[in-house]
């Protein structure tokens, strides 16, 4: 199979955007698990390919990932990394900056994780920090969140113009949906580590986190860097649209692969393996 257009990405109908309607101009109905996971399946596939191209040509990409808390930025980029080298498509996940961070310029902590040649660098939250939960919350000062804002778009364009692919998402939640989702935080055992304390403040401030994005598509949504939203509602259509998109954002080709013959083995030349004297895990299922 040789290079993949947009338009090969789009022709299923599983992939459709959650906000399509039917013929019948009624919502999608809900997606089967096996349609959903042929799709996943055909796209990670694609993702193999496009890391194969990222080796074979020494690309470099970043992909960042912005939303509401629970908007489902952990499903997509869990399916995009799922079945690829963690050493070519590499995920950062920055914690809050330390004392001597604070004192770096704002762009410093991010510019270290700026992929090298054959590396996609994903960001779950990015340097987009400063316009949404800093701001917000009162991490940064006004004038520092201002800066961020006119600064932004010049900081994005001298890294497009260094060669580097970037691709912004925002994944976009409704307040019903993210209600829903939390209150399964709190009542799902697996799921309690999710639910932090600034989870509880966005769910309170859901107008000022509001006011925030669209202060920051407003400055931030560039000819050169543009924002790509993904309605997240339904997270299995969310993560194949926008794997689907990103796939037909880049213009890889599928790198010729020759299998490889696997060698014989040694001769054993008196080897007999010991009996094991080691801890074996109990065989419970």
Not at 38 to 55: A, G, P
Not at 138 to 154: I, M, S
Not at 165 to 175: G, N, R
Request: hydrophobic letters at 35%.
């Amino acid at each position: 199979m040789g290079k993949r257009s947009k338009k090969d990405h789009s022709k299923t109908s599983a992939v459709e955007t959650k906000d399509t309607p039917d013929k019948n101009n009624q919502a999608p109905t809900k997606l089967k698990k096996e349609d959903y996971e042929r799709e996943l399946f055909n796209l990670q596939t694609e993702l193999v390919k496009l890391q194969d191209w990222v080796k074979e040509t020494g690309a470099r990409i970043v992909v960042l990932f912005e939303g509401r808390d629970a908007a489902g930025k952990g499903g997509v980029i869990k399916r995009i990394t799922e079945r690829v080298s963690p050493r070519v498509f590499r995920l950062v996940a920055l914690p809050a900056p330390t004392e001597r961070e604070k004192t770096q310029i704002y762009w410093q902590r991010y510019i270290t994780h700026l992929p090298a040649a054959g590396e996609v660098v994903i960001f779950d939250r990015s340097w987009y920090n400063r316009a949404g939960v800093e701001h917000v919350m009162g991490f940064c000062t006004e004038q520092q969140y201002k800066d961020f804002l006119n600064y932004c778009p010049a900081f994005e364009n001298s890294v497009i113009s260094a060669g580097i692919v970037l691709l912004k998402y925002w994944l976009d939640v409704s307040e019903k949906e993210q209600h829903k989702r939390f209150l399964a935080r709190i009542e799902d055992p697996s799921k309690r580590w999710k639910l932090s304390p600034m989870d509880l403040e966005s769910h309170r401030r859901w107008y000022d986190f509001s006011r925030a994005r669209d202060a920051m598509l407003a400055a931030t949504d560039t000819a050169t860097a543009p924002w790509y939203i993904v309605p997240s509602d339904d997270k299995k259509r969310a993560r194949l649209n926008c794997i689907a998109d990103l796939l037909s954002r880049i213009p890889y080709h599928e790198v010729p692969y020759k299998p490889p013959k696997l060698p014989g083995r040694q001769k054993p030349k008196g080897y007999v393996e010991p009996a094991m004297k080691h801890k074996v895990v109990a065989p419970r299922y």
